[in-house]
């Protein structure tokens, strides 16, 4: 059975930063894993995505600004999220084999 946890949302100001992470566990080898978001009245949107090999894609919105990596080659995935904006605020979802974490709440604002 899949088990996915979330952490690191809060609250920052514009133009902070925040790390979000996600850890899998339940299966056997490497996976592609993603973040999600979804604000308010919008639907759920991806943020970033890593390949089992190692390859990332960004939202628009986000490239530049996000990084999603994987340092240890290991389903533990991280979302360093730099010049935050209120925009950003949503609650973050990680994403592992179809299955969905919890969600962290990230809310940027002054």
């Known amino acids: 059975q899949v088990h996915i946890v979330e952490s690191g949302g809060g609250l920052v100001q514009p133009g902070g930063s925040l790390r979000l992470s996600c850890a899998a566990s339940?299966?056997?080898?490497?996976?592609?894993m993603a973040w999600y978001r979804q604000a308010p009245g919008k639907q759920r949107e991806l943020v970033a995505r890593i390949t089992s090999g190692g390859s990332t894609n960004y939202a628009d919105s986000v490239k530049g600004r996000f990084t999603i990596s994987r340092p240890n080659a290991k389903n533990t995935v991280y979302l360093q999220m730099n010049s935050l904006k209120p925009e950003d605020t949503a609650v973050y979802y990680c994403?592992?084999?179809?299955?969905w974490g919890q969600g962290t709440q990230v809310t940027v604002s002054s």
């Open positions: 994403w592992y084999r179809g299955d």
């Open positions: 339940g299966s056997i080898g490497i996976y592609a």
